[in-house]
């Protein structure tokens, strides 16, 4: 698990990976995950990407 903040910025985001190949399964399956690849895929056909600048601020140790 993982914190980042907008270099500059006061927008945060969270970051999780998966523990096991059964939990990348379960989120594959779910309806949000479809929409989200679904996203993606329209906006990498538009050929415009928008890169941010991220700076981690905190983070868990893994168990693995």
């Known amino acids: 698990y993982r ?3 907008v ?3 006061t927008a945060y985001t969270h970051l999780a990976a998966a523990t096991d190949d059964d939990a990348v399964k379960a989120l594959q399956g779910s309806a949000f ?3 989200y690849q679904e996203a993606t895929r329209r906006v ?3 050929g415009k990407v928008d890169v941010t600048a991220i700076d981690v ?3 868990t140790k893994s168990k693995v």
Do not use: C, P, S
Request: hydrophobic share 35%; proline share 0%; net charge positive.
């Open 7 to 9: 270099r500059n910025g």
């Open 33 to 35: 995950f479809k929409r």
């Open 44 to 46: 990498a056909r538009d």
């Open 3 to 5: 914190v980042t903040r």
């Open 57 to 59: 601020i905190a983070e």
